[in-house]
């Protein structure tokens, strides 16, 4: 019983965030991993999506995605609400400390880089995956690829695209190791590691689902 | 009235043992029917405050401090000594106690300090089991070190911040306390009058220095753990807010203040750099066991001292003592910086100060052994002096540190008030005219752990107290009573502040009481004390009212009582025209220019019995009487 | 030097404040930053004016007594170090600074840049200790500890509860107050036997004294006076998650 009141502490909260975040991270390498094979074309792309989709645990695991994204989000937005009234009273005068300090603009801007990602997923889902439906005359499979052709030769879709990337990479920058850091599963010498490996792993996700787009529209993927 | 120290008979050995055997006990289930007030939260009233809460008692704690964490104990820095003898180097109780009354200049007795030395024993296995992160070895065992010129190592230490690690252990114990019920914190509480009925001490008047509001609580008896009175000199290396109202205002019901000339001064202190400075910073002792002391030859000579040819340097410590050098006692070492300032030689801006070179010491060891030693302490001093010890030499100056006289107290810890009980700095009892290095820590808990849990549960057990509220007349009077003296301050509205005028009284006392006593200087002071305190009364200044936060009318309050203490500390010094530990009359010294000790008409506890404020006080002599130990002259050449 | 300040006034708890501006001339570089508040404080009350309210006591960094923000951040700029030990000489002739008290809805503020910050204390009493009477304990050397751990736990230990870290966190979280103490007891062997419901105990209380969480920013351990790391949070959430899933 008390387990579980204890879950709904300032601690608790940010365990369930650090564990769902890393959860969700985890997802989106499996992501990334199906997106880079569109650089070995059609073929490869399409016959991996078509083994996700066919595959019967899909919608359980769908879901689960769903309860780890909506737990993320509602105890984000819990979190950001409780903090606020714990500073009714703003400062005058507000500077950042510098020395060992990690805040960062990323740090800074989580509930909002999130907000800004939950609303990319929804756009991304619409167009993407609930989108229209080609099918592959060969194997008659869903042609995911041409969709995806289709939508990166608009030059505003690869814009958007690429900033959400940029949005994406600005929370995992703090999300990371701020996540293991809350779990607190770390060994204390490594903080340090961690923490660049996190922003490095941060950066390096953007950059790889950014370039997709715009290997599209420059027609290194075709 | 004539004084009883209630020391058990006995051998010095068997003391306390027999004497708590001896004591009357409360049934456990009567415990939490009788009210304890404990006045300070530092290690003394920490310590008390747990101890009595885990035994049942209902404990009221106060203190002025916004948390009982932040009481000055926590500024200790050196260590704790305890006979534990884990360096199988001779240490023991006995040894220990014999340290302790030599150190003491033989003016303590001889059975408190026993029991000191007995349940510093037990003082460290208590620290320790609270997690008190002391020092390790590389084998888990506890690290000792050698400390203030002891010859065996038998100081525990939790790097320089043994007490604020010890405060916290006590501190800690007592919020738990706290958690159960059986004691309760009141914080940002100054007490300003004790409340006596049928001459029994039972209660105490504060103001809650938040609300400004008067508040009454009663008791089975009163515990004061306040400290000292450094501060009367302004600047020392107490905190700012030490004071000596509770223990003064005790007094002033009837309490005897004992041996209050006996004050303790700390050669290695940071220099005063203006009239602006509000505190005075200690650097450990330890920086003499490598640092050497000297100053110019030369009257006025004002050159940087990188300049002065080494032999027109004068390390006065090495020539005047050559077989303990830089080491020797704090007394003597802080006479000696005076001494030579006073010739005109002095350094620094102020010429108030002399070097501490550690320029021989970098070339001998090399610059990384002197950091590994020292490095906190070159890292503190530039922070507050500005200079880098490592490429100049560090400026020193002799400051107040500890006061040894306080309330007068018997073997259980009362004093002559039925009820009242006083522990740690502020009571008289251990140290004698001379407190060794690391042995305050260790009387602060000793009093609060292993004393009073026993001697006051004898007194409760034995004493019949009247059933009274806080609405008895003793209470209404004592409220009014301080209700007038904060409204006469408020009511002068001058044009001075309390701390200009604090600064002035420190001023007197550090000429006129301080280092070096003389006839002429204490008479001196007694006259200027009194014009000082008139002055106050027209002068002060104390802007807003008293119905809200006000540190100003603290303070005032606080430095109108050092007006009237300072007149008592100086005519102690006058009457006792010996020289012994701390205490220097320049009349009474050895041809060497040592401490001469009377012992034929100063082997006594001076206690002072007040009369009204510029009235002569009475004085009660205590004979202290050595069985096991016989007074010796003490050298150092 | 001439300083300039712009300080927060309020005078009692529960009404509101506003920022006032004030000279200090002549500041001396040798003065601590208190000590030119001192002076300030002086001609105020020369003047028949209300003193600024700060709290301070030991002046030599132990204590943790004092401490507002100047300029918005705790104690200043200067890393490891208290505004007693904040030396003028730090500073330039004609610098101008903004005082504030710490802010945070379990600090309320008292008066001027005093704050009530008795919530550590509450902290500390739902946990903060081992269950040990006086008396009870058995010889200090019948505990090992080896030095490594001893020192880590006074690294720990070594916490002197100002607040700075609450003041500077965008949350006002407690955290790294609460996890210094949870760090230092779960080290030691004594600690061992309330390790479970000390975490928990401490963490319910900090947050019904109102703190917010941590976000692992690490502000607070760059504005504590003796650094106390963030590795205390980690720690401290390491040994919430265990105590749940063992209770």
């Not at chain 1, 880089?113 to 439906?133: D, E, M, T």
């Not at chain 2, 012992?599 to 009369?611: C, I």
């Not at chain 3, 903060?128 to 006086?134: A, D, F, K, P």
């Amino acid at each position: 019983m008390r387990a579980l009141r204890m879950l709904g502490s300032s601690v608790g909260t940010k365990i369930i965030l650090a564990f769902t975040g890393l959860a969700l991270f985890g997802f989106l390498i499996v992501h990334l991993y199906g997106n880079l094979l569109a650089f070995l074309g059609p073929a490869s792309y399409n016959e991996h999506a078509h083994e996700l989709i066919s595959n019967p645990l899909i919608i359980p695991a769908e879901l689960g995605l769903v309860a780890l994204f909506l737990t993320h989000i509602v105890k984000a937005i819990g979190n950001f609400g409780k903090n606020r009234s714990a500073r009714p009273q703003a400062y005058g005068v507000k500077k950042w400390a510098g020395g060992p300090s990690r805040k960062s603009l990323a740090s800074t801007t989580m509930i909002f880089s999130g907000l800004a990602v939950l609303l990319f997923v929804v756009i991304h889902l619409k167009l993407f995956k609930y989108g229209p439906v080609y099918t592959d005359a060969v194997t008659g499979n869903r042609d995911l690829f041409r969709l995806l052709l289709d939508d990166f030769h608009k030059p505003g879709y690869v814009v958007g695209y690429v900033l959400a990337m940029l949005i994406i990479g600005l929370h995992l920058r703090h999300g990371i190791s701020s996540a293991t850091q809350s779990l607190g599963i770390v060994p204390e010498s490594w903080t340090m590691q961690v923490l660049r490996g996190g922003m490095a792993l941060a950066m390096l996700m953007a950059i790889l689902f950014a370039i997709i787009p715009i290997a599209v529209y420059f027609g290194v993927i075709r | 009235m004539a004084l009883d120290s209630k020391i058990p008979s006995g051998p010095l050995a068997d003391k306390w043992d027999s004497h708590k055997f001896a004591s009357k006990l409360v049934n456990p289930a009567n415990r939490r029917k009788h009210t304890v007030i404990i006045v300070g939260t530092g290690l003394a009233g920490a310590s008390a405050a747990s101890s009595l809460g885990e035994l049942g008692y209902n404990v009221l704690s106060f203190c002025i401090q916004d948390s009982p964490r932040r009481a000055h104990s926590i500024a200790a820095q050196g260590g704790i000594n305890a006979a534990k003898n884990y360096q199988n180097d001779g240490d023991s109780v006995y040894r220990l106690f014999y340290d302790t009354i030599k150190g003491g200049d033989y003016r303590a007795r001889e059975a408190n300090v026993y029991r000191l030395a007995q349940s510093s024993v037990n003082i460290i296995d208590q620290c320790v089991a609270q997690g008190v992160p002391f020092a390790r070895e590389y084998g888990g065992h506890l690290d000792n070190r050698s400390f203030g010129g002891a010859q065996v190592s038998r100081t525990f230490y939790a790097r320089g911040q043994t007490g604020q690690q010890l405060l916290l252990g006590a501190y800690q114990s007592m919020q738990r306390q706290v958690a159960k019920g059986s004691v309760k914190q009141f914080a940002q509480r100054e007490m300003l009058d004790l409340v006596l009925i049928n001459g029994q001490a039972r209660g105490i008047i504060v103001r809650n220095l938040v609300t400004g509001q008067m508040e009454r609580y009663v008791a089975d008896a009163v515990c004061l753990a306040t400290g000292g009175y450094g501060t009367v000199y302004y600047l020392s290396t107490n905190a700012v807010g030490s004071n000596v109202t509770a223990a003064w205002r005790a007094h002033k019901r009837g309490a005897y203040f004992a041996n209050p000339c006996f004050t303790q001064i700390h050669p290695t202190c940071i220099p005063v750099s203006g009239e602006h400075q509000s505190k005075l910073t200690l650097m450990s002792e330890s920086l003499r066991n490598d640092g050497r002391v000297w100053v110019p030859k030369n009257n006025g000579d004002k050159r940087n001292p990188a300049d002065i040819p080494e032999s027109e340097r004068d390390y006065y410590l090495e020539r005047k003592y050559p077989s303990f050098g830089n080491l020797v006692p704090r007394d003597v070492a802080s006479r000696n910086a005076k001494q030579v300032c006073d010739d005109g030689r002095g350094v620094g801006e102020s010429g108030l100060a002399v070097y501490l070179d550690f320029k021989d010491a970098i070339q001998r060891l090399g610059h990384d052994v002197v950091a590994g030693r020292y490095g906190n302490l070159f890292e503190m001093y530039e922070k507050i002096a500005g200079e880098d010890p490592y490429k100049s030499p560090m400026r020193m100056y002799p400051a107040i540190h500890y006061t040894m006289g306080g309330l007068w107290v018997d073997y259980n810890l009362m004093s002559n008030v039925q009820g009242l009980h006083v522990l740690g700095e502020a009571n008289f009892s251990d140290h004698g005219a001379n407190r060794l290095g690391a042995s305050a820590l260790m009387q602060g808990l000793a009093d609060g752990y292993f004393v009073i849990p026993y001697t006051l549960a004898h007194y409760i057990a034995g004493t019949k107290v009247e059933k009274v509220t806080t609405d008895h007349d003793a209470f209404k009077e004592a409220e009014d009573n301080v209700q007038q003296r904060i409204n006469k301050l408020l009511a002068v509205k001058g044009s001075k502040t309390p701390r200009a005028l604090h600064r002035e009284l420190g001023q007197i006392m550090w000429d006129n009481v301080g280092m070096a006593r003389t006839d002429a200087s204490l008479k001196d002071a007694l006259v200027k004390i009194p014009k000082l305190r008139e002055e106050f009364w027209h002068n002060v200044s104390v802007p807003g009212d008293q119905n809200s936060l006000s540190k100003n009318l603290e303070y005032a309050g606080r430095v109108a009582d050092y007006l009237e203490f300072a007149e008592l500390l100086a005519l102690d010094a006058l009457t006792r025209t010996e020289s012994c530990g701390g205490h220097f009359r320049e009349e009474s010294q050895t041809p060497d220019g040592e401490a001469q000790r009377d012992d034929d008409n100063f082997t006594h506890v001076s206690a002072w019995e007040f009369q009204g404020v510029g009235q002569k006080p009475n004085l009660h002599k205590e004979p202290l009487v050595f069985e096991e130990v016989h007074p010796s002259q003490r050298s150092y050449k | 030097m001439r300083i300039h300040l712009t300080v927060w006034r309020q005078a009692g708890p529960n009404v509101g404040g506003a920022f006032h501006a004030y000279t200090a001339e002549n500041v001396s570089p040798d003065m601590s930053f208190l000590e030119m508040l001192d002076v300030v404080n002086e001609q105020l009350i020369k003047k028949g004016e209300e003193p600024i309210a700060f709290d301070s006591d030991c002046r030599e960094g132990i204590c943790g007594t004092c401490g507002f923000m100047i300029s918005g951040i705790p104690h200043g700029s200067q890393p490891h170090t208290t505004v007693c030990q904040l030396h003028m000489r730090k500073f330039n002739d004609g610098d101008s600074f903004t005082l504030e008290p710490w802010r945070a809805k379990a600090f309320p503020v008292l008066k001027d840049l005093v704050v009530d910050r008795s919530a550590f204390d509450r902290i500390i009493q739902a946990g903060g200790y081992t269950s040990v009477n006086t008396g009870g304990a058995k010889d200090a050397n019948n505990i090992l500890i080896g030095k490594d751990i001893a020192d880590a736990a006074m690294d720990s230990a070594e916490c002197i509860g100002c607040g700075a870290c609450v003041a500077a966190c965008k949350n006002a979280s407690a955290a790294l107050f609460t996890s210094a103490k949870i760090t230092h007891l779960s080290l030691l062997p004594q600690g061992q036997v309330e390790r479970t419901t000390r975490v928990l105990n401490m963490v319910e209380r900090m947050d019904t004294e109102g703190f917010g969480s941590c976000s692992n920013e690490g502000e607070c351990e760059a504005v504590c006076p003796k650094g106390i790391s963030l590795k205390n949070i980690a720690t401290m959430n390491k040994e919430f998650w265990k105590a749940v899933l063992q209770s």
